[in-house]
């Protein structure tokens, strides 16, 4: 099962010669394997080393004809479902330290160094990530045209914000047939363009809301105060995921909704264009708060109809599964480290941070399998010599059981190689103690394998 995988993912790489694509399959493996280690750690031995180094060096391969392939398989894991979840969002990589990297622009304050990654993660409405379907990468030039004396005087597609409309684009292109597909995200996309391009596109879009807007009726009223004095729907709990600074919770929320005909923005570029309709979702917890938490108060915009408890309810959901899109780049920065990439150049950083897209996706993935699907066999994830090993090693048995065991019992061993305690009120593992699971993991696997060729 383990070369399945990356042959499934990156079958589809086209780049000029199969040894290529072949070499990308390898490392794939070699870097699940060893995600925390730097290339010459993960590879074994100079020669490995230095076709890895050729790999991201070449002009023909690409990120994104390596994230093409991903979305190839990506799309195939999508057939079948009706309604998936499209979760977008940016994060910021940081390669100050990095001097030697050229190509890099300002990453926020004075002397940061970097660039930006704005990502597409497929999810389904049980909450396993699918994979990415659109990843875009940005650098700000030094003198930054996204100012604030010059930004409203941009067009609209010229501004950095464009790229929530490219990737809202781009991650909605050539889905199957009759899926549903639906764009969740943060804050940062709650402004007129995005959502107007949606709805003009008929893309269905659920974001949490920055702006009380501006009502398109007598008086002007705005949203939240007129949402607020609209009836309760009733309550809902829900799971509130966990954060790096906070366990996950469940909380009791008071639920409202409406719908709502936005006024556009008053500046000159939009004050002419038309008004939105869209429906607007109170959720405001009621439940007594944990010290030192926030109380949940979200404001949610949506082009999905919202006429009852159980409507809104799926929404709200529906939007806690955004935060799959904040652990795929925790994954990708705290697990692959891809930040210590210790390459020449941006572009080929960028061509080795699309291969770690992939191998965070796969840790991310796994995670969520074994508490959604736990009865599932491990073998869907792990080879023989895998799942052999890691139950001789947890159960302290040089003999293994015919049959292997199921995929939440064996993601929780592999937890307990990277430290997981299981306690009661741990919860299930995450990804941090999986990634040091899965390294460990390796080392004996191979040594069960080699003592099998021994015997």
């Known amino acids: 099962m383990e070369e399945l995988w990356a042959a499934r993912e990156f079958t589809n790489a086209d780049f000029g010669d199969a040894r290529r694509t072949a070499r990308l399959v390898s490392l794939a493996l070699t870097f699940s394997n060893k995600p925390a280690a730097s290339i010459p750690e993960a590879c074994s031995g100079w020669a490995e080393t230095k076709a890895a180094y050729r790999l991201f060096s ?23 479902q009706s309604v998936i979840l499209i979760a977008q969002d940016t994060t910021t990589l ?61 067009p609209p597609e010229e501004r950095e914000s464009f790229r929530w409309q490219r990737v809202l684009a781009a991650s909605t292109q050539d889905l199957p047939p009759n899926v549903l597909a639906i764009t969740v995200a943060d804050r940062e996309a709650d402004y007129y363009d995005f959502l107007a391009a949606a709805k003009h596109t008929d893309k269905p879009v659920l974001i949490r809301a920055k702006h009380d807007r501006r009502l398109a009726e007598e008086g002007n009223p705005h949203l939240q105060a007129k949402l607020l004095a609209s009836p309760s729907l009733g309550t809902i709990t829900v799971q509130i995921p966990r954060s790096e600074d906070r366990p996950s919770r469940t909380a009791t929320l008071e639920v409202r909704a409406m719908p709502a005909t936005f006024l556009p923005p008053r500046d000159p570029q939009h004050k002419a264009l038309p008004a939105l309709d869209m429906w607007a979702i109170s959720a405001r917890e009621v439940s007594p708060v944990p010290e030192g938490d926030e109380a949940v108060e979200w404001l949610l915009l949506t082009s999905i109809a ?11 959901v529906w939007y806690t599964y955004r935060w799959r899109i904040e652990r795929f780049h925790f994954t990708l920065k705290s697990g692959c480290r891809v930040e210590k990439l210790e390459l020449e150049e941006r572009k080929r950083i960028e061509r080795a941070l699309a291969l770690f897209c992939v191998i965070a996706w796969r840790l991310l993935s796994i995670t969520y399998l074994a508490r959604m699907t736990p009865e599932q066999p491990c073998t869907t994830v792990l080879s023989s010599s895998e799942w052999q090993a890691l139950y001789c090693v947890i159960n302290k048995t040089p003999v293994p059981p015919p049959t292997p065991p199921d995929l939440r019992t064996a993601v929780r061993w592999i937890a307990r190689l990277g430290g997981f305690l299981g306690r009661r009120r741990d919860g299930d593992p995450g990804v941090k103690v999986l990634w ?20």
């Open 58 to 80: 070449s002009d023909r391969v690409t990120p994104q004809k390596i994230l093409a392939s991903h979305r190839d398989a990506t799309l195939q894991r999508i057939k079948g």
């Open 94 to 154: 940081n390669f100050t330290t990095h001097h030697a990297a050229k190509g890099m622009g300002p990453i926020g304050k004075k002397g940061l160094r970097g660039f930006f990654m704005h990502s597409a993660l497929a999810v389904s409405t049980e909450g396993v990530p699918l994979g990415l379907l659109a990843a875009e990468f940005l650098v700000r030039q030094d003198k930054d045209p996204e100012g604030e004396k010059t930004r409203s005087k941009l």
């Open 306 to 316: 919202v006429v009852d408890l159980a409507q809104a309810q799926q929404c709200i």
């Open 436 to 455: 040091r699971g899965f390294r460990d993991l390796q080392r004996i696997s191979e040594m069960w394998e080699i003592l099998q060729h021994k015997t």
